[in-house]
């Protein structure tokens, strides 16, 4: 009896799927959908969503890509003083806007594992050209992936490899500018 209990309960974990669906602010991550499609259903990223619409990126990052998006948080977006933030999402302020967006963009498909690797080889920090113009510095410490803007403000990676359809999304708990 023993026996067919574990074969069953055996053939019930090889039939379920083999990854458990990504959840990011309450929402499941579809890896058929694009980055777009599946940012705005993230409660964790409603200003990085308005802030995209403002700045005129929703049809480049629902594109065909591939694009690696370091993604901030409404928490993160909340380290920046209410009055910057809305002045920033001002259209007279929209191209400011997109180089801060853009910013978070590297044009690559980047997974966690091959940014590490890209770290190891280069002996502990990885330069990130991103779309926007900046260098970001990357650096790991045990399995969290830090970016570091021109400006010494440095980013945590709070959820990685989050599947998408035109590239990956990191979750990151600070906004990184461009040198100021």
Avoid at 6 to 22: E, I, K, N, R, S
Avoid at 53 to 69: H, I, K, M, N, R
């Amino acid at each position: 009896m023993k026996t067919i209990l574990t074969a069953t309960a055996l053939a019930a974990a090889f039939a379920m799927p083999a990854t458990a669906q990504m959840m990011v602010g309450g929402a499941p991550m579809l890896p058929e959908r694009n980055i777009i499609e599946n940012a705005v259903n993230s409660a964790d990223h409603t200003t990085l969503v308005a802030a995209v619409q403002a700045a005129e990126l929703v049809e480049t990052l629902s594109g065909p890509g591939p694009f690696t998006v370091f993604a901030p948080t409404n928490r993160a977006f909340g380290q920046i003083s209410d009055e910057s933030l809305n002045a920033l999402l001002q259209p007279e302020n929209k191209a400011q806007l997109q180089q801060i967006l853009a910013c978070h963009v590297v044009a690559a498909d980047a997974m966690a594992m091959a940014i590490k690797g890209m770290i190891d080889d280069d002996g502990g920090a990885h330069p990130v050209e991103t779309v926007g113009g900046c260098t970001l510095q990357a650096t790991y410490r045990g399995d969290e992936i830090m970016l570091t803007d021109e400006n010494g403000r440095t980013a945590s990676v709070t959820i990685a490899d989050v599947d998408q359809s035109n590239g990956v999304i990191h979750v990151i708990d600070r906004v990184l500018l461009p040198k100021q």
